[in-house]
């Protein structure tokens, strides 16, 4: 076996051990690389089940967190959804494969340029970036089917859940950023939303505004 197929093989059962179980989550995991999300030093570690710092002071997520959220988020073929953090551009990278459509914002006009430069690479044509504040969302193309916030807030965003439609799922960290946080699904049921915690996570914070560099 060639060092490459070995490498994905043990990437795909670090997914599973840790609970990634969808297979069609999966399938788009083995196929979107994430070595191209991932520059200079850390590079050689984008196959590790680690977060990675990437420019700006961010990091891109941990694999099985990438996984056990967008199984979460329940994606199916016609969705429109929105990524609050783009980040490095890999969980849309990986949504994408999963969904119609997929808005992703960041307040990084430097990440967002990045991203958008591997998405071009990858040929990944259902992808709409935006350099903003993403907790307010996106009123302009609300409502959203799914919703995955990639950033920590202390409560989930109210422009957010109000951005959710009917049936809609989002996930996202809550918490502070220096104690526990905690994965949350809402659903939004015909009246009011359901929450359900998932599992402790550490992600950065969710920030209000657009960065200024
Ligand atoms: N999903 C990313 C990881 C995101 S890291 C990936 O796959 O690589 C969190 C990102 O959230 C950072 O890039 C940060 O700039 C962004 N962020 C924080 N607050 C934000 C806000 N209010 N609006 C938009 N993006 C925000």
Redesign the pocket.
């Known amino acids: 076996m060639n060092d490459i197929s070995e490498r994905k093989m043990r990437f795909l059962y670090a997914l599973r051990s840790r609970g990634v179980t969808d297979s069609r989550v999966l399938t788009a995991m083995e196929q979107i690389d994430r070595g191209a999300?991932v520059r200079g030093i850390f590079a050689e570690r984008a196959y590790d089940d680690t977060p990675l710092p990437?420019a700006?002071g961010?990091?891109?997520?941990q694999p099985s967190v990438?996984g056990l959220m967008t199984q979460a988020l329940e994606p199916g073929p016609r969705d429109k959804v929105l990524?609050?953090?783009?980040?490095?551009?890999?969980?849309a990278a990986v949504l994408s494969l999963l969904v119609r459509r997929v808005y992703t914002?960041?307040?990084?006009r430097r990440?967002v340029r990045e991203a958008e430069e591997v998405f071009r690479k990858l040929d990944l044509t259902n992808i709409t970036t935006i350099v903003?504040?993403?907790?307010h969302g996106l009123p302009d193309q609300a409502p959203f089917d799914r919703i995955i916030v990639?950033?920590a807030a202390e409560d989930p965003p109210g422009p957010l859940l109000a951005q959710l439609k009917v049936g809609g799922i989002m996930v996202v960290p809550v918490g502070q950023s220096d104690t526990v946080q905690h994965l949350i699904k809402v659903r939004r049921l015909e009246t009011g939303y359901d929450y359900e915690e998932l599992r402790p996570v550490r992600?950065?914070p969710?920030?209000?505004g657009v960065a200024q560099d």
């Open positions: 999300f990437i700006c961010q990091t891109i997520s990438v990524e609050v953090g783009t980040g490095s551009g890999y969980q914002v960041d307040r990084h990440l903003g504040d993403g907790s990639t950033a992600f950065v969710l920030i209000e």
